[in-house]
């Protein structure tokens, strides 16, 4: 038996485990939000960004983001129908109702036209998810935002490392929300951050971060509203503070694995990956292959060529309207089609050339059948 090929893992190296074994020794009392501080400024300067609020999950920075925003009953938030359940959550959560739009066949992201089409007087946010590193047309869509007055959330959990013409993903919209998800190109193991430019959008989610409990309330265990409980703990951020002083090279290397796929791609016609167009950086969190429909490739037909090499294939998100506890969408045919015939392709900071190899091979025999 072949050794097997995961489809992701972190790059954990001694200076994670350093700081985290400091943070689990000494990173109590007075010290017990020292690595999250920490954390938070180098994430800060890294995205170029005012505020940030580190915490447990990329959801609950959503879900927080969104309380903040006013998001509640009655209301809608559009985002497109291809994406992971974790965007919907909160806005389900909150009492709102989530609309689901079509994607664009190249990016796999929000079509702005659609996005616009869809806006009624219920609409309260727009939320842009950069889906495996791909970035949405941030221009239009923060323009359509401007045009009608409503806020464009940036769900980034996918897009550390991904830059639109110089700004990073996640510091262009209203908030952003990163994941450091044990999959992630930077973990945490598990954990997220909120971040924004606005103070006052970032005093009240700092608020709701701690129980409701005001900066400056002076009273002692006294909320000013309801609030949540997603923080990130300080060991998860002493590891999170490892990562930041490795970020170039985490990123880097992705984009290195990334790149020997797309390169070993481009002769074969039917078959196209994570696009990377004029202006834009790609963070290539998890390169993916998309098979035209004329070559008859399917998810199954992948899932069993990769199992047979020992291979983790990770299938593309299912269209969010075709789940049970969603309403069925007739209109979203490509956030449908382009699940049935992709694969995401193993992509960590230790894959070795002859992996990728190895992995190039189960494509071509694909393609050349």
């Not at 800060?44 to 959503?62: D, F, N, P």
């Not at 309330?217 to 000013?224: I, L, M, S």
Request: proline share 4%; aromatic share 10%.
């Amino acid at each position: 038996m072949k050794e097997r090929i995961h489809y992701t893992k972190p790059s954990i190296t001694e200076l994670e485990v350093r700081y985290a074994t400091d943070a689990a020794a000494n990173g109590w009392g007075e010290k017990c939000y020292e690595y999250i501080n920490r954390f938070e400024e180098a994430f800060k300067a890294h995205l170029g960004v005012k505020y940030a609020i580190a915490t447990s999950s990329c959801t609950g920075a959503l879900h927080m983001g969104m309380a903040a925003l006013g998001i509640g009953r009655g209301d809608e938030v559009i985002m497109a129908d291809s994406n992971w359940i974790a965007t919907a959550s909160p806005i389900v959560h909150l009492g709102a109702k989530p609309i689901f739009v079509d994607i664009l066949p190249d990016s796999w992201c929000l079509d702005p036209e659609l996005v616009e089409q869809a806006i009624t007087p219920h609409t309260k946010a727009i939320v842009a998810v950069h889906l495996y590193g791909n970035l949405c047309e941030m221009d239009k869509l923060l323009a359509i935002g401007e045009k009608y007055g409503i806020p464009v959330i940036e769900d980034a959990a996918e897009a550390i490392g991904s830059i639109y013409h110089g700004k990073r993903a996640g510091s262009m919209g209203k908030f952003g929300a990163f994941s450091f998800h044990g999959t992630k190109t930077l973990t945490t193991g598990e954990g997220g951050i909120f971040v924004t430019n606005d103070p006052e959008l970032y005093e009240h989610v700092l608020t709701l971060s701690n129980h409701g409990r005001a900066r400056g309330q002076t009273k002692q265990f006294w909320p000013d509203m309801v609030g949540f409980k997603y923080k990130m703990s300080n060991i998860q951020a002493a590891i999170g503070c490892a990562q930041m002083e490795r970020i170039g090279e985490l990123i880097c290397r992705k984009r290195e694995i990334f790149l020997y796929y797309r390169n070993q791609l481009a002769t074969f016609l039917g078959i196209s990956i994570n696009p990377e167009p004029t202006g834009i950086v790609n963070g290539a969190w998890m390169p993916t292959v998309v098979f035209d429909e004329y070559t008859n490739i399917t998810r199954e037909d992948l899932q069993i060529a990769f199992a047979k090499e020992n291979i983790d294939a990770r299938v593309f998100f299912h269209a969010l309207s075709n789940l049970p506890m969603f309403e069925k969408q007739k209109s979203t045919l490509i956030s449908s089609s382009i699940p049935k015939r992709s694969i995401n392709l193993p992509s960590y900071h230790d894959l070795t050339r002859a992996d990728q190899d190895r992995v190039m091979a189960v494509i071509k025999s694909l393609i050349s059948h």
